[in-house]
Every structure is written in C-alpha cells, then in structure tokens.
C-alpha cells in the first residue's frame, strides 16, 4: 500500500512535470531569456505547483501523523549560511546550461531519449562527488577548529 | 519569430504545476515526506534502510511511468528540445548534482515544498538559483551567443 500509493505520487509528479513543460529544456532556457525568445510559461507552473501545495499543506500538516508513518519528516534547519546560497546559485547556473533540473529530468527519463540519461547520470555523479568531498573537508575543518 | 521560441502554454503550465503540487501535499500526507526530486533520488542511491530505499524507487518508477502515461493519452510523447551539447548537459549536470546537494534541495524541494511550508531557507535558496539562471542564460544568449 505504501509503495503503491508512493508510485502513483511518482505517476502524478511525473505526469504533472511533463504537461507543464519542465522536461523540456527548451522551454525551461526560454523563461530565463527574458532579453530573448521569453516562455513565460514556467510562472503558471510554479504558480499552480506552490498555490496547490500551500492550501493542501495547511490540511495535511495539521493532521496527528501522516497515513503511513509516524510522524512528519520536515527539515528542521533554519539557518542561511553560504553552503545553502553558494549551493543555490551553482545549482542555478548548471540550470541554465542544461535546461534541466531533477524534477524535470527524471520523469522524462521513461521517454527513453539518451541526452537525459547523459544529464541525470552527471547530476548523480555531482551529488555524489559533491557529498565525498564534503565528507573528506569536515575532519579538517574540525581539527582546524580545535587548533 | 525568433528561432527558439517555443509555445506560451499558460493552461497547461498551470494544470502541471497543480498536479505536481497534488502530489506534493499527497506525499506529505501519506508518508510525510517532501517532494524535492534531489532528496528522493540522492537516498534512492544512498538509502538509510529497505524500506526508505523502497518508497524512492516506488516514486521514481512513477516519474519514469509518465511519458507512457502521456502517450497513451495524447497519442504523442511529451516533447523535447535540448538545446545543449553533451558536453553541456555533463557540465551542466554536474553542477546541478553538487549545488542541490549543498543547498539541500532543487526546483522542487525548495522551491515548491519548501516556500509552500514559508522556510526562509527555501525562499532564500530559489531566489540565488533563480537569479543564477537568469544570469547564466543571458551570458550563454547574448554575450557568448550559443
């Protein structure tokens, strides 16, 4: 039950991100091209995507729990530190490259076409890289700290 | 016409951005997770046990689904146009990767889930990448003129 109710979010997200146009990288590039062959389709997109996901977040987070766990897994950060906006920005300008993000690459994966899987196996191996070598900068910060 | 106009859809933008909402606030509801596709695919390869690794999988064989979804449906696959190179989409790519997962988030995480639970973090991160993208796509227009 939880996996299927997990694959039909999947489904709707997915569907949801092709009808929109996010897997298309050219009508992604043409919405930040404002000086040139501006989309300005995204607007409705973020705008459908935060409006739904406002109204329906007021209901669902006032529940106990959700259906299937225990409780609501929320990111208890709160801080703005440089990782968060250094990170933001080189995420944005990899979007401007590529024309893609996760959320747009992924579902247009099952469209079998070679130039996504080229993206998302980068972005992966990014993830990745990205998360070893933070891991091998943490103990020498640590030391540096404690010297 | 400029060449690399593509179509104004403000209908269908909008219908995909609520059914892309929908499934933001129904995974909230039924496993109480947020919906940021970077989360969802980095603990796919990284999960902490069976069960965390099952229910990515399950959503990213739904995401994976949807084309078949839209073709049976429309009678035509979604469409695409790339206009980056391969080198561009691996560079590309790689950036992406390693800046959603130092800001802990993407397109999705931050800028639906997170702005829609009012997170300052999340708001702050969509401005920097949305200003980040604009920027880069004007340098790679209209000063480099790729």
């Not at chain 1, 992924?106 to 992966?124: E, H, I, N, Y």
């Not at chain 2, 909402?21 to 947020?34: K, S």
Request: aromatic residues 10%; hydrophobic residues 55%; proline residues 5%.
């Amino acid at each position: 039950m939880r996996a299927l109710s997990a694959y039909l979010i999947g489904l709707l997200f997915g569907a949801g991100s092709l009808i929109s146009g996010m897997g298309n990288p050219a009508k992604v590039i043409n919405f930040f091209d404002i000086a040139g062959a501006w989309d300005p389709s995204l607007v409705f997109v973020m705008g459908g995507a935060l409006v739904t996901t406002l109204l329906g977040y007021r209901f669902v987070l006032a529940q106990p729990a959700p259906l299937f766990d225990g409780g609501f897994n929320l990111p208890t950060k709160d801080n703005i530190d440089e990782r968060l906006l250094g990170g933001a920005a080189v995420f944005g300008v990899g979007w401007g490259i590529a024309g893609f993000c996760p959320g747009g690459a992924l579902p247009m994966l099952g469209a079998g076409d070679l130039r996504v899987l080229l993206f998302v196996s980068a972005c992966v191996s990014g993830i990745f890289l990205s998360r070893a070598l933070t891991a091998a900068l943490k103990p020498t910060a640590t030391k540096e700290t404690r010297a | 016409m400029n060449a690399l106009a593509t179509e104004f859809t403000p209908a269908a933008s909008l219908a995909g951005g609520v059914l892309i909402g929908a499934a933001a606030v129904f995974l909230m509801w039924t496993h109480g997770r947020i919906a940021g596709a970077t989360g969802i695919l980095t603990r796919f390869f990284a999960p902490k046990d069976r069960e965390d690794w099952l229910w990515r999988a399950a959503v990213l064989a739904g995401m994976a689904t949807a084309p078949a979804m839209y073709l049976t449906a429309t009678g035509a696959w979604p469409e695409i146009h790339v206009p980056a190179q391969p080198a561009m989409l691996i560079v590309g790519g790689l950036l992406v990767g390693a800046g959603v997962s130092l800001a802990g988030g993407c397109t999705s995480g931050h800028g639906v889930c997170g702005i829609a639970r009012l997170s300052v973090r999340s708001i702050a991160a969509t401005l920097a990448f949305m200003a980040a993208t604009f920027a880069t796509v004007f340098v790679i227009r209209h000063l480099i003129g790729a």
